[in-house]
């Protein structure tokens, strides 16, 4: 909501406002609306927060809590867990707890979202060949606090992520939940290996866990007989010391920084993340004339060139769909006739002969992009500039202190934001309408709306006529045709036959047995039935039928010395 607050007119003065009720809110923007035209512009704000109760569990990814039942089987209909997270890891176990007849329930941290496992009675089922029950939220390794509340009774579940719901039917025969022992936090121990995780476990912090009303986190904190602690986990949430940078301009956007020249051989690190397909991620002039480096991402993949003069001295393409938004990390490492460019600890090295290459470090190093005033080989960019995040940069296996880029003093920039990583996602949630398929750049989304019987920009607009009536007014005649009897509504297109004649148009549902079926006896207590496939949902034949003036089945039952109906 917008509301005028109205500033001082001296130079010291301090104006307080309160509003009326507490707001919750991750941002605030204020947004000057006048000031003092003999004066200088200048604001400052504080904001004032209410009384909120917090309790605080970090984990360093090497540990867990456990909270223990206090008899060998805890069985529920009902649950209710809630907690809010932040993690700059994409992978990790929140919480996990089974029984020994396949009772499961478990979430996840998965390349950033959330994947919630629950199972009930099925024994077949297993932590690590089972698809999740449910997946939501996307990028959730910001570093950002996140929501999480799961709500179950009996096999019904909502489950909701931030402001996102998804609601599901449990697998499984029974509505019980039928847990042994414990329930873990932060990972998955393995019984009798101290320090042993049977997956990755969950670095970042937790706050206000609750579990069906039991407050987990206040429980450890007290030392209370119920939980136990597995490594070490603190009560207060510690912020890693790490700076993104976003690269806002495809065309402009650029971030210099120092390296040690002419030492022999290079070492260059940093972890990436984007949308777009392309775009420079490195460039730099080698010393000694050794020529100039380039990296980067072209059609997904990554590629890394050393150009000598006017010969390509030596190629290395590796990785695919590197612009799934996720963090990958990178590194070069060129020593004694040797290169290799390790993405996501996968070491590729060229196919040429690399014997004869002698590579010196070089004095500055261009991320993402090329100032307008330099010309090759100072920096190199055959493609646009790179459009999206990067953070842990080293040069020569010394880390750039990025806060020190943003104060002055050290290298130069141009369109980038510094100490923020301002990815988003744009597929949720996702727009396309009827099973479109959402992909996405840095600034837009599309809709890939092959195979769903509607076009436009979110598969909106139908490809097919409503009715056969339609059909015939644009001059067809008789033939299978497909319609859709909703237009944009969300029931599918049907195949029909349009039997069009003078005075009439009959719409005709074909089904998957037309041909004579035999049936040797029936009775009322074992009778005869058959299932009819109309190539339709219900949905679809009753929006067929509620459209028509006059509906008819035709039933055809040829009898030798039976009855129909109970008849003489």
């Not at 929140?94 to 996840?108: A, M, P």
């Not at 590729?348 to 004869?356: E, H, L, R």
């Not at 790179?386 to 290298?411: E, H, T, Y």
């Not at 001059?475 to 237009?487: K, M």
Request: proline fraction near 4%; aromatic fraction near 8%; glycine fraction near 8%.
């Amino acid at each position: 909501s917008l509301q005028t607050f109205a500033g001082n007119t001296n130079a010291d003065g301090v104006m307080h406002h309160r509003l009326l009720h507490p707001v919750r809110a991750r941002f605030v923007r204020f947004v000057p609306l006048e000031w003092n035209p003999s004066g200088k512009i200048g604001m400052r704000v504080e904001v004032y927060g209410c009384s909120y109760k917090s309790d605080v569990a970090d984990f360093d990814g090497r540990s867990s809590l456990l909270y223990r039942f206090n008899q060998k089987l805890l069985s529920t209909l009902k649950d209710v867990i809630s907690l809010k997270f932040k993690s700059i890891q994409g992978d990790g176990v929140l919480f996990h707890g089974e029984g020994q007849r396949g009772d499961c329930i478990t979430l996840e941290l998965q390349k950033g979202r959330l994947a919630l496992r629950l199972n009930l009675d099925d024994s077949k089922t297993r932590l690590s060949s089972s698809p999740p029950s449910a997946t939501l939220g996307s990028l959730l390794d910001d570093q950002h606090w996140h929501s999480v509340l799961i709500e179950r009774v009996g096999k019904h579940v909502n489950f909701t992520v931030d402001k996102y719901t998804q609601h599901f039917r449990t697998k499984g025969e029974a509505d019980a939940l039928d847990i042994d022992y414990e329930l873990s936090f932060g990972g998955i121990p393995v019984p009798g290996k101290p320090g042993t995780f049977l997956k990755k476990n969950f670095q970042g912090c937790m706050e206000n866990l609750y579990y069906n009303g039991i407050n987990i986190i206040d429980l450890a904190k007290r030392r209370k007989h119920q939980i136990y602690t597995v490594g070490n986990v603190t009560f207060s949430c510690s912020e890693p010391q790490i700076v993104p940078i976003t690269f806002v301009n495809s065309s402009s956007s650029y971030l210099l920084l120092p390296g040690t020249p002419n030492i022999d051989g290079l070492s260059v690190g940093f972890q990436f993340r984007t949308w777009n397909k392309d775009g420079l991620l490195l460039s730099t002039e080698l010393s000694e004339g050794s020529g100039a480096l380039l990296l980067s991402l072209e059609a997904g993949t990554l590629r890394l060139l050393i150009q000598k003069t006017t010969r390509r001295a030596a190629e290395i393409l590796t990785g695919s769909n590197l612009n799934d938004g996720l963090w990958h990390s990178v590194s070069i490492n060129a020593r004694r006739n040797r290169i290799t460019l390790t993405l996501d600890n996968d070491a590729a090295s060229p196919a040429q002969d690399t014997s004869q290459i002698q590579i010196y470090s070089g004095n500055s190093y261009y991320f993402g992009g090329c100032p307008d005033n330099l010309t090759a080989p100072q920096c190199l960019n055959p493609i646009e500039a790179f459009q999206g995040c990067m953070r842990l940069i080293f040069i020569d296996n010394q880390p750039k202190d990025l806060i020190s880029v943003q104060q002055g003093s050290l290298g130069n920039f141009s369109d980038l934001h510094i100490d923020l990583c301002s990815i988003k996602d744009r597929c949720l949630p996702n727009y396309c309408e009827h099973g479109g398929s959402c992909s996405q750049s840095w600034t837009t989304f599309y809709c890939n709306c092959s195979d769903t019987g509607y076009v436009g920009p979110t598969c909106h607009h139908p490809l097919y006529e409503r009715s056969c009536e339609v059909y015939r007014h644009r001059g067809n005649t008789a033939g299978f045709f497909h319609i859709d009897p909703d237009g944009s509504g969300p029931l599918g297109a049907l195949q029909v036959y349009c039997n069009v004649t003078e005075d009439k148009i009959w719409t005709s549902v074909q089904h998957n047995n037309t041909e004579l079926t035999r049936v040797q006896g029936a009775s009322p207590e074992k009778p005869y039935s058959m299932a009819l496939d109309y190539g339709g949902s219900l949905g679809q034949l009753e929006a067929v039928i509620d459209s028509s003036e006059h509906c008819e089945q035709e039933v055809a039952y040829y009898c030798r010395r039976s009855r129909l109906l109970n008849t003489p």
